[in-house]
């Protein structure tokens, strides 16, 4: 059921108009790791939504939430029967807990065209897609369990960690920061952590894992030692560390 779904997302995002849209959330993380399943998908419009919307329509879906908030509105469609919809964040996401927002022109700022593709399905689709060290802050900033599930996985590939640190220092006061960093170490490194990926991601190389969980470690340890301030181990990570992410 969940391949089934998983089509319908494919099949419609393929179809779907791409100018002026940024792909966000779990599609976007499959840019960059090995993919995962997801039954929704997110994408934060730059322009009008109306072309959009009207062929989420003609692919049956249905309108069944939206709303105003800061810098911008969102639209969810959903399909009757099946569960999958896409969520319309028009020029900003704000996080549901914190209600920071993420405005427009961070996105337009940090995405370009790259390609994302589903777990089980292997049509793979080029659009604008958010940087990966944006969606690490997005996920960092809501830290739910699939968030923190995505952080790690995206601290295994060639993330800017100065960028990282630049975008969290701008959103996230220090209070929510030494919040964060204590729930996502105290998550990562429990004994359960590692079946929780088994789910989304599949079963993980011994070496992809033990280098997603080196390299998100020492992140939040630096950061919670630096608290943004200047930390020589922020501006980059060992040759090994380097070469050990082409190589998984």
Not at 93 to 102: A, E, P, S
Not at 160 to 187: F, H, P, Q, T, Y
Not at 231 to 241: E, P
Request: charged share 30%; proline share 3%.
């Amino acid at each position: 059921m969940l391949d089934a779904r998983e089509s319908i997302i494919i099949k419609t995002l393929q179809r779907l108009p791409r100018e002026d849209v940024v792909l966000i959330g779990g599609y976007a993380v499959n840019a960059y790791v090995p993919p995962r399943f997801s039954i929704d998908c997110d994408l934060v419009v730059l322009g009008s939504s109306s072309k959009l919307e009207s062929l989420l329509r003609e692919d049956g879906f249905r309108k069944v939430a939206e709303g105003d908030v800061s810098y911008g509105g969102y639209v969810r469609y959903e399909m009757e029967k099946i569960k999958v919809s896409f969520d319309l964040l028009k020029s900003s996401v704000v996080d549901r807990d914190t209600k920071i927002v993420f405005e427009d022109e961070l996105f337009k700022k940090y995405s370009t065209e790259r390609t994302t593709v589903g777990r089980s399905v292997p049509t793979r689709i080029s659009m604008r897609i958010a940087d990966p060290e944006l969606l690490f802050v997005m996920k960092f900033v809501s830290s739910r369990k699939q968030d923190v599930r995505d952080i790690f996985m995206l601290a295994g590939g060639n993330m800017n960690w100065n960028l990282v640190s630049e975008i969290l220092s701008a959103k996230c006061g220090r209070e929510l920061m030494e919040k964060r960093i204590r729930a996502i170490r105290r998550d990562v490194q429990s004994t359960s952590f590692r079946d929780s990926l088994h789910g989304p991601f599949g079963r993980m190389p011994n070496e992809r894992f033990e280098l997603c969980k080196r390299r998100l470690v020492r992140y939040l340890d630096d950061t919670d030692t630096s608290m943004f301030g200047s930390n020589s181990r922020l501006r980059g990570f060992t040759a090994k560390d380097e070469a050990e992410s082409h190589e998984l």
